[in-house]
């Protein structure tokens, strides 16, 4: 019973902080904008309003999809471990998190192009080819690390951290690699081309009407979560809970400062540029793992 | 009684010159009479006969022991298939007196007497080349063949001039004690003139043109017949009288003649000409083993040697009746010309496969590593356009004008004796043994001059 | 084991003659064959010697035992799904022979350690398969000659090596060779394992002799393409998995890297260059069977770092993709052989939504390419995991660079066809495709549990996989149950797959309690506000990564490499034949200036 | 909500209330502009009159959409387009006419490219005054809209769905049928 009480509290705190910190992102920008910007809990009535709406669907692919998308990232989400909080002790293996949520990525692409709108499929290879630029250089960092450390649990790394410093100032190249990388995960703004709302009509979210657009955004805001706190697991050591999500916010706030004012890369721009810059840095900070700093 | 080997062929061909269509049908009986009379001598192989009873260093003498006996076998039983298989009857006449010639050059112990028997097979070769009137061609070789011919009479003659006597053992037992350096050159120029008719490249530039003519006889007869004769002579010259190892540059010739003739074949648009260059590269490979002088070596290249005149049989009498055929309504001889060519290529369950396997045992127990390369080489190379042309006739769609695909196919007689090498391939193919234990005889035979010395010294003469 | 063999070619006999009556009873044939195999092999234990004909040369060790129950599953589930396909055969009579023929020449090179046997079922089983590849498309003739000769040229080079091997210790016995192997010179131990590696380099399409993959896979009848890519290649794997645990390489080649001997980096290099290949070619292709052709080649390239890290996790990683890579492309591939087999076409940009009309081979697809990408519910996902644990551990950064760009270039190509050819709009030239008949979907549904079954509890083989490393005295890789071991962490498969499933529980609960979505066609979609008549047009498919394309474009080609080298041996063949077809006069003058040297220089 | 009897009874349940809260508080407008009017909707956004204070802002597709703004005159042509995307969106959804070319046709009324009456086409549950109405107005609509929501009183997208025939009766005379002839069409 202790597990199903973890796995919900952790479900819960992703819902519940997870929307909370996207309203407070939608304020900063606001703020920076030289606006009030809407309140801290727009997100939540964003969300439950699409729920009440009556949509349209595609077919039963097109739902298959998004239960799919949703359910994938929340079962990757059940193994991230939030600072000391973890649902499953020893189970949470970098490696099985990262693929594991590609189960949701790739339920989300299924579902969109069987909506047959040409939009989402452009936005859907859009969005992979954005990965293939973005993971490589992250999954290089990662990986040094885990080498440093000899160990691919991402609870261990945080005891190690919470004991001999946090890693953003051992390895500052790699945690600069991660965040970069972080900011394309998260498809904010420098990276935004996949869910480009002026070109390709918000890619494949195109045919969503009302609860996919729901549970959808809920997939989003709990892909964020995953994002963000395996980078704030990994590079800002432990602490427990309520340090965790401070730190979590921070780090939101971090990227969305800088989503809110920059334009957006065209998509062979971005994969370009992530193979060259992180994929450089990325190497350098290898060769100092590796040469024993 | 060996002697009408000879003799009958000879007579019979000029007896029946008036009567023209008598001779198709003396030709099979003529072979056939050969072959009893020869396994019936088989009990007291290892006997000089000699004509006119003049003792052997004056006079002819013939000399049947194993290793003619199998060759003479082989040949005849070859020759009895084509007269079968042939249909146009204007060459039963060459044939006969080439039948004749071969008989007596694979029995003959005379120097002079094998360049006579050699000058007869080469007219009569250049007759049947002139088959579906392919007349430069048969010029060409007649040109290479005469030019060539001169040197194995100038080797004669050395031979003559300094053994005194024309009879291979003597001769070359005299000079190989007086003077080993001028037996050598005789061997030289008996070579250059064999290797002619062993079609290694740069002598046997004639081939393609002669072979590739699309006839179903003059590749047969030539390819498998007279070649194994040739190659008989070759082996007993190189091997048996002399026992140093020819000039180095024969070696690498015949080394780059194997590789380039595989290419030419890779080259050719036309299956004919593709299937002669392919007999060059498999009689250079046979003559590549000769010139290594080891008996391991040797014996598998006679196994590779007959293996392989079986399949180029099958090979050519398809191409010689059907062109390139189209084998979806020819099944029984697609799969005859798939199991012959797959043996050449070396597939494991084709007697072909064992031809090259053996080989290159004996090649790597011998560390001649270069030969081996050399082998494994052509055979990838040749690998490559045998499955070019069985895939291009199993798969071809020929709509004739009618728009139905014409199904021409080989006659009866063709079919059978096709099907059949086919099967022996197969056979030796499972059960490599059977021949195996021939060929290691015929080699331990060629080695030994010994024993073929003792024969003659004790029969008469000096 | 002899019995299975001489089974198996006997009934390829068999299988010609009777599908003279009846074309369906060919394949029925080969599915009884592959049944009687599996259970009798499932019953001998490995490490049994047996004679064969006579000469005892069969020796079952585990690691042939697994290869070849997973052929014979590849087999058995190409087998059913062939009893309907095979009437869009114009020659089913040949097939079924051959393919059985197949069958035998496979397990013969499993179930024996004697080089020259295996040298002769190996050269069986590529001359019974060359022959199946040209049947069904015409401009297949010249790949499958591709296919042979570089196939040859690795059968050739292990001729090579076996013959010198014989004259050095007059045995073909692996086993005893590799026991007194480290007596030779160096050189020579480099050119024996070299030569003999290029055979399974040659077959399993690793880097430099990939390049008979993509036209013979893409061309080949479809259901064949299945076992080519499935399972033939993994003849290829099998040699390499056999050589690499035969002979003590770690003992024979120095250190290098990262605790790996200097041949096996070598093979790690040539399979990650193999990767990057495959991968990029493969977002390219826009044949959908040529796109998997160069997919098997990235596998390939992953089972070959698998298998060169020789270490607990490795080894075990390279050997489970093999069985991951056969059951997926076996999979896609017959469910493209079905999208075939009702539209008549493999380009991708021609087809469009057939999920609304086949979607049992849409799952089957897709539950494919999970596998293939690898990704967590199914097996697919564990090899790799293995893998990536074990380059890890050893910090061989460079290689895991070309790993991850193969493995999310995975996600792309794969996700190509389904874009392209499952989902999107319906052409109105498919609009009536029905889905296949309930005989081909068995063996597609079949594989989809297989996977998934194996992807939860891979507890049977990874029963195998550590049979085999203990054989060959490599330090067997620890698991219970789910729950799989390595130095660098752990994880368990079932309780992934429980959270999946409650993940996925959660998610379908909240889609039921809110208000249900109105099902609407698929011509109404979001067109920006145009009335558009013709929705064939409203499908994005053609040049699918044409923005990741252009990046890559100019690219060398390998294959072009090839064909010039080829036709530079053809154009020495022309020189040969110039000189052959002089006329007679010129003949004789160069005879006068031979004799002439002859004289003088005599 | 129907005045029988001129007593306006609430027939909403309880969570049709709630979610007349929600969708009160979060309104998407589709960024579909129409005509002139348009222009006054980014100043309304940004810094100044910052819309998203009140759950407002643009979305790409109608999918998304709850509020269609007509900016303006309507043309034919655009009409046409309008009533194609107005079935797109998911109910419940709202229509504003932004000035008086949607109520009489205003300055454009004798024009023959343009409609008159938006009503008798799409259903209107809120007009803004003014010959392109300034952000204030616009303000002043939103809040008047989103106390329309709470009260359960915007229910455009009930009475079209209620006499869908009538609307698509007027649609096609204003229309006209629509043939066209090319290789697409038999």
């Known amino acids: 019973m202790a597990v199903a009480a973890r796995v919900a509290g952790v479900l819960l705190t992703a819902f519940f902080f997870g929307l909370t910190f996207e309203g407070i992102g939608r304020k900063v920008t606001a703020r920076i904008q030289k606006r009030y910007g809407p309140p801290w809990y727009q997100n939540f009535i964003d969300v439950l309003k699409t729920l009440t709406k009556h949509g349209w669907t595609h077919g039963w692919i097109f739902d298959f999809g998004v239960v799919m998308a949703l359910g994938g990232v929340i079962a990757t989400l059940t193994f991230v471990p939030l600072g000391n909080f973890v649902a499953f002790p020893g189970l949470d293996n970098f490696f099985v998190i990262v693929y594991l949520f590609t189960v949701g990525a790739l339920g989300m692409a299924m579902g969109m192009v069987g909506t047959g709108n040409p939009w989402a499929s452009i936005g859907v290879a859009r969005a992979l080819t954005l990965m293939l630029g973005y993971e490589v250089p992250y999954l290089i960092v990662i990986t040094s690390l885990l080498y440093n450390f000899k160990t691919s649990n991402i609870s261990t790394i945080v005891e190690i951290q919470s004991v001999n410093g946090w890693n953003i100032f051992r390895f500052p190249i790699g945690a600069l690699v991660a965040f970069i990388c972080l900011q394309g995960m998260l498809g904010k703004e420098p990276f935004e081309a996949p869910i480009a709302p002026a070109e390709i009509a918000s890619g494949p979210m195109v045919e969503l009407s009302a609860k996919y657009m729901g549970l959808l955004m809920l997939m989003n805001t709990f892909m964020e979560f995953v994002e963000i706190s395996i980078f704030v697991d990994l590079f800002l050591g432990g602490g427990n809970y309520f340090e965790f999500l401070l730190k979590y916010l921070t780090v939101w706030i971090f990227a969305i400062m800088i989503s809110a004012v920059l334009p957006r890369f065209r998509i062979e721009q971005a994969v370009y540029f992530y193979w060259t810059v992180p994929l450089l840095l990325a190497f350098i900070q290898v060769f100092l793992v590796v040469a024993g700093m | ?462 | 084991m002899q019995n299975i063999l001489l089974v198996a070619i006997i009934g390829s006999v068999a299988g010609y003659l009777l599908s003279l009556f009846y074309r369906r009873l060919g394949p029925i044939i080969l599915l009884l064959i592959s049944l009687y195999a599996f259970a009798m092999l499932w019953e001998i234990p490995s490490n049994t010697a047996e004679n064969f004909l006579g000469y005892d040369v069969l020796y079952l060790t585990t690691l042939g035992k697994y290869f070849a129950l997973l052929s014979l599953i590849v087999f058995s589930a190409y087998a059913i799904f062939n009893i309907v396909w095979i009437e869009t055969l114009k020659t089913p009579h040949a097939f079924n022979a051959l393919s059985i023929l197949t069958l035998a020449g496979t397990l013969g090179v499993f179930f024996t350690t004697n080089l020259v046997v295996l040298y002769i079922f190996w050269e069986l089983t590529v001359f019974a398969s060359l022959f199946i590849v040209p049947m069904s498309k015409s401009e297949a003739k010249r790949a499958a000659v591709w296919y042979v000769t570089i196939t040859a040229i690795g059968s050739f080079a292990f001729l090579f090596a076996t013959f010198l091997l014989y004259s050095k210790f007059y045995t073909f016995d692996l086993v005893e060779i590799s026991r007194n192997l480290s007596q030779l010179p160096k050189p020579t131990i480099w050119l024996v394992v070299c030569s003999m590696l290029t055979a399974g380099i040659a077959k399993s399409g690793v880097f430099p002799l990939h390049v008979w993959l993509r036209n013979v896979h893409g061309k080949a009848p479809d259901t064949f393409s299945a076992v080519l890519s499935g399972q033939l290649v993994k003849m290829g794997s099998y040699l390499i998995a056999l050589l690499l645990s035969i002979f003590p390489v770690t003992t024979l080649f120095p250190h290098f890297y990262g605790g790996v001997n200097i041949l096996s980096y070598i093979l790690i290099w040539l399979g990650n260059v193999s990767i990057l290949v495959g991968t990029l070619m493969a977002i390219k292709q826009n044949d959908m069977k040529m796109l998997i052709a160069f997919s098997t080649v990235a596998n390939s390239g992953y089972i070959l770092i698998g298998l060169a890290l020789l270490d607990q996790v490795g080894f075990a990683g390279g050997l489970f993709h093999v069985f991951n890579h056969a059951i997926a492309a076996t999979m896609i591939f017959l469910s493209f052989a079905a999208v075939v087999y009702r539209t008549g076409t493999t380009k991708i940009d021609e087809l469009g939504g057939l999920i609304h009309r086949m979607p049992v081979t849409f799952i089957t697809y897709l539950v494919g390419i999970i596998s293939l990408a690898g990704i967590p519910p199914t097996s697919g996902f564990i090899s790799k995991w293995m893998i990536f644990q074990s380059l890890v551990s050893r910090g061989m950064f460079v290689t895991e660079i070309f790993v991850f760009v193969g493995s999310i270039g995975s996600f792309l190509y794969v996700f190509r066809p389904l874009a392209g050819v499952f989902l999107g709009q319906l052409k109105s030239k498919y609009k009536d495709v029905r889905e296949v008949p309930i005989i081909m979907q068995i063996p597609m549904i079949l594989l989809v549990l297989v996977t998934v079954f194996f992807g939860v509890f891979p507890g049977q083989v990874l029963e195998f996989i550590v049979g085999a490393q203990k054989e060959f005295g490599i330090d067997a890789f620890q698991y219970e149950g789910t729950k799989l071991i390595t130095s660098m962490g752990y994880w368990d498969t079932w309780i992934v797959f429980v959270m999946f499933a409650v993940g996925f529980l959660i998610a379908a609960v909240l889609y039921l309690i809110t208000p249900k979505g109105k099902k609407i066609p698929l011509e109404d979609q979001y067109t920006s506000g145009e009335f558009l008549h013709n929705f064939d047009l409203y499908h994005y498919a053609s040049r699918f990564y044409a923005f990741l394309e252009r990046e890559y474009g100019d690219h060398p080609s390998l294959e072009n490499l090839y064909a010039s080298l080829v036709n530079a041996l053809k154009s020495l063949g022309k020189g040969i034949d110039y000189l052959v077809s002089r006329t007679a006069s010129a003949y004789v003058f160069w005879l006068g200036v031979i004799l002439l040297l002859l004289w003088k220089g005599w | 909500m129907s005045n029988r009897g001129n007593v306006k009874i609430d027939e909403r349940t309880v969570w049709e209330k709630i979610a007349d809260q929600l969708r009160s508080r979060s309104m998407w407008m589709l960024h579909y502009c129409t005509g002139c009017g348009a222009v006054e909707l980014p100043p309304s956004m940004t810094s100044r009159f910052d819309l998203e204070r009140f759950g407002i802002g643009p979305m790409a597709t109608p999918r998304q959409a709850d509020i269609f703004l007509i900016t303006g005159y309507l043309s034919v042509k655009t009409l046409r387009r309008v009533i194609y995307t107005y079935e797109k969106m998911p109910d419940p959804k709202y229509v504003i006419g932004f000035g008086s070319c949607t109520i009489n046709g205003g300055i454009y009324y004798d024009s023959y490219a343009t409609i008159n009456r938006l009503d008798y086409y799409i259903p209107v549950d809120l007009y803004i005054a003014g010959c392109m109405p300034r952000p204030e107005a616009i303000f002043e609509a939103f809040t008047k809209l989103m106390e329309m929501i709470r009260k359960g009183e915007a229910n455009g997208w009930k009475r079209y769905k209620e006499n869908y025939e009538w609307y698509k009766q007027n649609q096609l005379r204003s229309l006209g049928e629509v043939i066209i002839h090319d290789e697409f069409h038999e």
């Open chain 2, 1 to 462: 009684m060996i002697t009408l080997l000879i003799a009958v062929p000879l007579a019979l061909a000029f007896a029946t010159i008036p009567l023209r269509k008598l001779a198709r049908l003396i030709l099979p009986v003529v072979v056939l009479a050969n072959l009893v009379i020869l396994f019936a001598l088989k009990p007291h192989v290892g006997k000089i006969i000699e004509l006119g009873s003049w003792p052997a260093v004056y006079g002819i003498t013939l000399f049947f022991d194993e290793v003619a006996f199998y060759f003479l076998s082989f040949v005849n039983m070859m020759f009895l298939v084509i007269s079968l298989i042939t249909r146009d009857e204007r060459f039963s006449i060459p044939l006969l007196v080439m039948n004749a010639a071969l008989n007596g050059l694979i029995l003959t112990a005379d120097f002079f007497n094998s360049f006579v028997f050699l000058e007869i097979i080469a007219i009569t070769s250049y007759i049947i080349s002139t088959d579906k009137d392919n007349a430069l061609g048969s010029f060409k070789y007649l040109i290479f063949g005469g030019v060539a011919s001169i040197f194995y009479l100038i080797g004669a003659v050395f031979m003559y001039v300094q053994g005194g006597t024309l009879n291979m053992a003597y001769s070359s037992y005299i000079i190989g004690m007086s003077n080993p350096e001028l037996m050598k050159t005789a061997l030289v120029l008996f070579a250059i003139t064999l290797l002619v008719e062993l079609k290694v490249l740069p002598f046997g530039l004639w081939v393609p043109d002669v072979y590739g003519n699309g006839s179903a006889l003059t590749p047969v007869v030539l390819g498998s017949v007279v070649s194994t004769a040739t190659v008989y002579l070759f082996s007993r010259l190189s091997l048996t009288f002399v026992d140093e190892h020819l000039p180095p540059v024969f070696y690498y010739t015949v080394l780059a003649s194997i590789v380039l003739s595989q290419l030419g074949a890779l080259y050719q648009k036309n299956l004919g000409r593709t299937l002669a260059f392919a007999s060059m590269a498999s009689m250079s490979t046979v003559v590549a083993s000769l010139l290594t002088r080891q008996e391991s070596v040797v014996s598998t290249a006679l196994f590779y040697l007959f293996t392989d005149a079986l399949a180029k049989f099958v090979l050519f009498t398809v191409y010689g009746n059907l062109g390139v055929a189209n084998f979806r309504n020819a099944k029984t001889t697609g799969i005859a010309f798939t199991f012959s060519s797959l043996s050449l290529v070396g597939v494991p369950i084709f007697a072909g496969f064992w031809g090259k396997y053996y080989l290159l045992k004996a090649l790597f127990e011998q560390e001649n590593y270069v030969l081996a390369i050399v082998v494994l080489v052509s055979t990838l190379i040749e690998l490559a356009y045998v499955t070019k042309w069985n895939i291009e006739q199993w798969f071809a769609k020929k709509e004739t004008t009618k728009g139905e695909i014409e199904n021409i196919d080989l006659p009866f007689v063709q079919k059978l004796f096709v099907l059949l090498s086919a099967l022996i391939l197969l056979v030796i193919g499972l059960f490599p043994q059977l021949l195996l234990d021939k060929t290691n005889l015929l080699a331990e035979k060629l080695f030994d001059f010994q024993l073929y010395r003792d024969i003659f010294f004790g029969k008469g003469g000096m």
